[in-house]
């Protein structure tokens, strides 16, 4: 990432809304936004399925269901943080991915700038598509900032959005019994 060129338009916005980039509290605001973006949106820069290459189990068989991961993106319309938590699950077909694994896809994923419904497919894709799963279910929950902080009436509202993959995506009963776990917990 160009940080000196993020640095320079960060000092930009701060004029443009009136403010003077010059003042002792803003001074040193351009580099440290700089520096934030660029662990913010690291995820440009990598491919978030590399995470799932090895786990190589030829016995996993049986649903794997993991809750509560968590979720720190922006929204690519603002460029303001959404938060929440993402579960994920997947039915393997002989290979598995360690929770740490999942974590870093989702991670990868959401440094970025984004949409909620196309980081939960994503990482649904890549559940279904890199890890050669059977099937695959994403539900993230989020709060979008961008809602939240500009308009009142939002406060405290929740954003859910799901993708399902393979055989969750193809068979209604399977799909539910996920979502039941999700849903109410293990
Ligand atoms: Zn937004």
Do not use: W
């Amino acid at each position: 990432m160009d940080e000196a060129r993020v640095a320079r338009a960060v000092r930009e916005i701060l004029a443009a809304v009136g403010e003077d980039p010059d003042r002792e509290g803003l001074a040193e605001t351009p580099e440290r936004v700089a520096e934030a973006y660029a662990h913010l949106f690291s995820g440009l820069r990598e491919d978030p399925t590399r995470h799932l290459e090895g786990g190589f189990d030829k016995a996993a068989r049986d649903l794997v269901l993991i809750r509560d991961v968590p979720v720190v993106s922006n929204c690519e319309h603002h460029l303001l943080p959404f938060t929440g938590k993402a579960h994920l699950a997947y039915l393997p077909n002989g290979r598995v991915a360690g929770f740490s694994e999942l974590v870093r896809v989702v991670g990868g994923y959401a440094r970025r700038p984004q949409l909620q419904e196309r980081l939960t497919a994503q990482v649904a894709d890549a559940l279904y598509g890199a890890l050669g799963s059977l099937g695959s279910i994403v539900v993230i929950e989020a709060t979008h900032t961008c809602m939240t902080a500009r308009i009142a009436e939002t406060t405290g509202s929740v954003a859910v959005s799901v993708a399902a993959r393979g055989v969750f995506e193809e068979d209604p009963a399977r799909r539910a019994e996920v979502m039941a776990l999700i849903s109410r917990g293990v």
